[in-house]
């Protein structure tokens, strides 16, 4: 094999060698893919079409050693070096223009303990991989609304989904990791063990190393959980979110509902004269009892006049995936967030304008509903700051055509702005497109950020791991 060039992670080319070349991929389990080969093309695609960036070679992982090999031969030549979970985020640091692309999307294994309701998952996990294994044993742990989410990037930037009221962010969950550090080590990260390490992985991203293994605590959930979909006309939105913001607030920490606002897409159980159509979608899923979850979801089926409700009794790993097919890799992507205490009146006025103006059809606003376990916690207790937040706004637009880039961006960008006074000022991470640098530290880590600066200098003083948002190294 020829030698390739590389560029460094400071801007230079780097020449390795056929002999450099060889040694690599004779050691490694999995396999190093070049430009023009399918596999190449296979690894740097992902979820977000507006990310088309070329890196020099893509390793293919298969295991904690292949990773050790990368990382070692990066930090050795200073290469620009991108890490890869499921592909998932929005930002695209997944990929790298010219530099070395770690792909560990092939390494899915999720194994289950069920006596000691523990799951050990490998970081190319996607949260189907993670939910089917567990829900085998009645199990489960909090993860996202989108079952082809990658689990590493999931958790290393907190994690929220359906079961988080009850059980907390995904990183809440977390027992331990095995993380590969800039120095090609390999140090397992708990409480006990590094936990300034393990206290900076819980929502800190990927800037301390390369976690080839998750362990996570399990709750039994389901198999059989109340959750579903119901429908309201858009022209009833406005009375609708305020009985939502009201019943949300005394709501038990079993039940999450989601507020999402969109064009209707062809459901089967949408009339067609409502498809294309906006609407107001409340999203609920109840991780308890289901004779509780009926009691629980009723006074949100007694709102307003529904067009659909579509709530009951579902396989819990099967609702998972309700969102998927609204939810498809290959679009072009461009998302706004904010985190808000409360849905203040002038805030819905805002997002039902914005709803009324949506750029194309597939364009959505999600308002999740955190609170509950989440915020019990203390916002220094991990990475993740956010704990009195009690919803997250997030905007996904969402559209095919490059051409209409700077219409769906701006469209974004004007929602992100009028809705700013009603926030936080915090932003969750893995919401964060790659245009926010600046809002890393006081938005994403707040005062957090510090202590994640003094981590990020003791474990990466040179900044191997900057695909990302990143957290640069303290200097003293
Ligand atoms: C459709 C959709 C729905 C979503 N829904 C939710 C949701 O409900 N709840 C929620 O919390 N989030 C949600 N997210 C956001 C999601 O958490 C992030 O996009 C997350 O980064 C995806 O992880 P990934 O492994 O797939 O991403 P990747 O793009 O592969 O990775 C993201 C970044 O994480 C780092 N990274 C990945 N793997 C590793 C590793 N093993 N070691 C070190 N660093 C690593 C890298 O810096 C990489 O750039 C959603 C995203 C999408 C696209």
């Keep these: 094999m020829p030698g390739i060039t590389v560029k460094t992670s400071d801007g230079r080319n780097e020449s390795l060698s056929s002999e450099t070349l060889d040694a690599l991929r004779a050691g490694l389990r999995g396999a190093l893919a070049l430009p023009g080969e399918a596999a190449y093309e296979e690894a740097r695609s992902i979820w977000n079409a507006m990310i088309d960036k070329r890196p020099a070679a893509v390793v293919r992982a298969l295991g904690t050693s292949d990773v ?150 399990l709750h039994p959930v389901g198999p059989q959980v109340i959750a579903g979909l119901i429908v309201h006309p858009f022209d009833d939105a406005k009375k609708v979110l305020d009985d939502y913001r009201k019943l949300v607030a005394k709501a038990p920490d079993e039940l999450c509902c989601w507020a999402v606002m969109r064009k209707a897409p062809p459901l089967p159980f949408l009339p067609p004269d409502v498809h294309g159509k906006e609407i107001l979608v409340l999203a609920m899923c109840h991780a308890g009892d289901p004779a509780a979850g009926e009691k629980a979801v009723a006074p949100f089926k007694a709102i307003g006049k529904p067009i659909a409700d579509v709530v009951g009794p579902s396989p819990y790993a099967g609702w998972q995936t309700a969102f998927d097919p609204l939810l498809t890799p290959g679009q072009r992507n461009y998302w706004k967030s904010h985190d808000f205490i409360e849905l203040a009146d002038g805030l819905i006025e805002v997002l039902l304008g914005a709803v009324r103006r949506l750029p194309t059809p597939d364009c959505e606003i999600f308002i999740g509903n955190l609170g509950g376990a989440i915020n019990r916690v203390p916002a220094d207790a991990t990475a993740y700051p956010h704990r009195d937040v009690n919803f997250v706004m997030n905007v996904h637009t969402r559209w095919s055509s490059p051409a209409d880039d700077a219409r769906c961006i701006a469209w974004a960008r004007e929602l992100y702005e009028a809705t700013g006074k009603f926030a936080t000022g915090g932003v969750y991470v893995n919401f964060m497109p790659d245009d926010e640098a600046q809002r890393v530290r006081s938005g994403a880590y707040g005062k957090n950020y510090a202590r994640l600066a003094t981590i990020k200098a003791k474990y990466d003083p040179k900044n191997l791991f900057r695909m990302n948002q990143n957290v640069a190294p303290a200097t003293s």
């Design 68 to 217: 050790i090999q990368t990382v070692r031969l990066a930090a050795q030549h200073g290469l620009l070096l991108a890490v890869r979970g499921g592909g998932h985020n929005i930002a695209g640091n997944a990929v790298c223009d010219g530099g070395l692309m770690l792909d560990l999307s092939l390494m899915r294994s999720v194994r289950v303990d069920p006596a000691a309701r523990r799951a050990r998952v490998e970081p190319g996990a996607r949260l189907a991989d993670l939910d089917k294994e567990t829900q085998a044993f009645g199990l489960a742990t909090p993860s996202g609304i989108n079952s082809t989410t990658g689990v590493a990037g999931l958790t290393l930037g907190g994690g929220f989904g359906w079961l988080s009221r009850k059980h907390g962010l995904t990183v809440d969950n977390l027992l331990s990791a095995d993380v590969v550090t800039a120095s090609g080590e390999v140090v397992r990260a708990d409480e006990k063990s590094h936990p300034d390490l393990f206290w900076a992985i819980r929502g800190g991203g990927g800037n301390f190393g390369v976690a080839t293994s998750f362990e996570f605590k």
